[in-house]
């Protein structure tokens, strides 16, 4: 069983900061999700990474399979990126049908 | 852009009673989950659907689980008798290829059970 652990639990920073969000995990994996939960309880899909880093406007996901462990940045946070940030990983085991497992997230609060 | 689409987003029911959860995925996706996530809990994988049937389940989904996609567009996850346990809020995805293609997840649906 994938254990998937994030750091911080808990961040708040200054508008304008560049964010980190760290996981690591155990067990090695066919891909690696960063999601976004709002406050409501909603959750949008950020990234899906199997490798290297990927970019969409000021969030850049980065994975380093050998070290079992990825990253999430923000560049020039904003208010609006306040929001726990969810990493989840699917299995190697084959087969595109297995769940996600997921770390408890972090909690990112951005102040004006 | 296309989206995964649940209803109800919000249901009361009475411990024992039966509930039934929707959920519309992306209309070409063929892979189909439910996640569950109680209040200040992680989230929580309970099964994922492939071609009509169950491809992996949890521990979670026990016999009072059910899912079913009765008419290729719709699909429902059923707890037959409810318990102060079930309370939560659900979760519907849908990916096209599975492990290769990002998650497209619905807004939730949160149970109550009083």
């Known amino acids: 069983k994938n254990e998937v652990e994030q750091s911080p639990q808990n961040l708040t920073a200054q508008e304008g900061e560049f964010i980190t969000i760290n996981c690591s995990y155990s067990?090695?994996?066919?891909?690696l999700h960063w999601l976004q939960q709002h406050p409501g309880g909603g959750i949008v899909s950020l990234f899906m990474?199997?490798?290297g880093k990927k970019k969409h406007g000021r969030l850049i996901a980065t994975i380093n399979i050998q070290e079992k462990h990825s990253s999430l940045h923000i560049t020039a946070s904003h208010p609006r990126d306040s929001a726990v940030y969810i990493c989840?990983?699917?299995?190697?085991?084959?087969?595109?049908?297995?769940?996600?497992?997921f770390g408890k997230g972090t909690h990112l609060i951005i102040q004006p | 852009e296309p989206e995964v689409t649940q209803t109800p987003s919000h249901q009361v029911t009475q411990m024992g009673q039966e509930v039934i959860l929707r959920c519309v995925p992306i209309s070409n996706h063929l892979y189909f989950y439910w996640y569950r996530q109680i209040l200040g809990q992680k989230v929580e994988f309970l099964v994922s659907f492939y071609n009509n049937e169950i491809s992996e389940k949890s521990e979670i989904f026990d016999d009072q689980f059910s899912v079913e996609r009765p008419d290729g567009s719709n699909f429902t996850l059923k707890i037959r008798s409810t318990k102060l346990e079930d309370s939560a809020m659900y979760f519907c995805?849908?990916?096209?290829?599975?492990?290769?293609?990002?998650?497209?997840f619905g807004q939730g649906t949160r149970l109550t059970v009083v």
């Open positions: 989840a990983v699917r299995g190697s085991s084959g087969g595109g049908a297995d769940g996600l497992t």
């Open positions: 990474l199997s490798s």
């Open positions: 067990v090695g994996i066919s891909a």
């Open positions: 995805a849908s990916t096209l290829q599975g492990a290769f293609i990002e998650a497209f």
